[in-house]
């Protein structure tokens, strides 16, 4: 079936530098993409979600980048902070509001 | 508002008992999933509710039953557990809004079949 996955499953990144986390999609007919973050031992947490007719949308410290051509979606966090270590998984949605979840990232930050 | 709440927090079931996953959310959405996730590995589908009275299967059925008697509550019923579920259950709801819908996630269920 239709799926969402991730390039690299663990990020190392030094404190104060950006991170770029990665996902593929191969459901060209989602709405939607949403990032969600999950700390360990707890729930997935919204992030950013971008609409499928868009390529780029901002929010505090992070950045969602949407290239339809290619099917591929990042996440950008700018000035990566302890508190960012997590994991980060993509979502696509479509409808019935149907997330399909990519497999995760984990992101290391490094003081 | 509490948000989406989920009990039990831990459960240890032997082979072949059943029991019943509770979830409650007080922000009146429409929408709500239970998800699985095994170690380091992605969240998946088990089953969804577009409203009370309505659900439907998702990824990973097998094994598992809801229902939906009300807006607020969708809880998640396993019969005769196997080791193979085995894994940490999500509930999540979502408002639905012009056509995309952010879910919002309870704690988790860790359960463990043996």
């Known amino acids: 079936g239709e799926s969402v996955g991730l390039h690299l499953p663990t990020l190392s990144v030094q404190e104060g530098d950006n991170s770029i986390i990665n996902c593929a999609y191969s459901n060209s007919a989602s709405d939607y993409f949403i990032w969600y973050k999950q700390e360990s031992g707890k729930g997935p947490q919204f992030i950013i979600d971008?609409?499928?007719?868009?390529d780029k949308r901002q929010g505090q410290r992070v950045t969602v980048l949407l290239n339809k051509t290619v099917k591929h979606l990042s996440l950008q966090i700018a000035a990566t902070q302890p508190g960012d270590s997590a994991v980060y998984f993509c979502?696509?949605?479509?409808?019935?509001?149907?997330?399909?979840f990519g497999g995760g990232t984990r992101v290391l930050v490094k003081p | 508002n509490a948000g989406v709440t989920q009990t039990p927090k831990f459960r240890i079931l032997k082979i072949g008992q059943s029991m019943t996953l509770q979830c409650t959310q007080d922000m009146n959405h429409n929408y709500m999933y239970w998800y699985r996730q095994d170690p380091g590995m992605g969240l998946k589908l088990i089953y969804y509710s577009v409203g009370a009275g309505i659900t439907d299967k998702g990824e990973v059925p097998n094994g598992y039953n809801v229902s939906r008697s009300t807006t607020e509550d969708f809880p998640l019923r396993l019969e005769l557990a196997a080791p193979s579920q085995t894994s940490v259950y999500f509930c999540a709801s979502s408002p639905l809004l012009d056509g995309m819908g952010e879910q919002y996630f309870g704690p988790g269920t860790r359960l463990t079949v043996t």
């Open positions: 971008i609409r499928s007719n868009m």
């Open positions: 979502a696509e949605g479509a409808a019935g509001n149907k997330l399909t």
